[in-house]
Nanobody, 124 residues
């Protein structure tokens, strides 16, 4: 059974930082792409960024590029999302996603595995 577990969310003031972690368990050796998405009530899940676990290549959504950094520790099956210079509009539930294929899309429906999410709230 595959499980993704996010942690590290919380409340932070604008301009502050948070680091989210995603711990993968189960048949993780097949995970080729891992990603972060976020969602606010009433809106679709939004792509934040992804990492190719084999090449290490990362990709970001335009609004977070330069502020957020995705990294991974394959030995520990962990993926991180370092979020700096946070803004109130970054407030959302953040989800970790994974798939066994090399995904280059930003579409959420391309990812087969999902965590339960962790709340990030940025106060102004």
């Amino acid at each position: 059974q595959v499980q993704l577990l996010e942690s590290g969310g919380g409340l932070v003031q604008a301009g502050g930082s948070l680091r989210l972690s995603c711990a993968a368990s189960g048949r993780t050796l097949n995970f080729y792409t891992m990603a972060w998405f976020r969602q606010v009530p009433g809106k679709e899940r939004e792509f934040v960024g992804r990492i190719n676990r084999r090449s290490g290549i990362v990709s970001y959504e335009d609004s977070v590029r330069g502020r957020f950094t995705i990294s991974g520790d394959n030995a520990k099956n962990l993926v991180y999302l370092q979020m700096n210079t946070l803004k109130p509009e970054d407030t959302a539930i953040y989800f970790c996603a994974a798939d066994s294929s090399a995904i280059v899309s930003q579409r959420a429906d391309r990812f087969a595995y999902w965590g339960q999410g962790t709340q990030v709230t940025v106060s102004s």
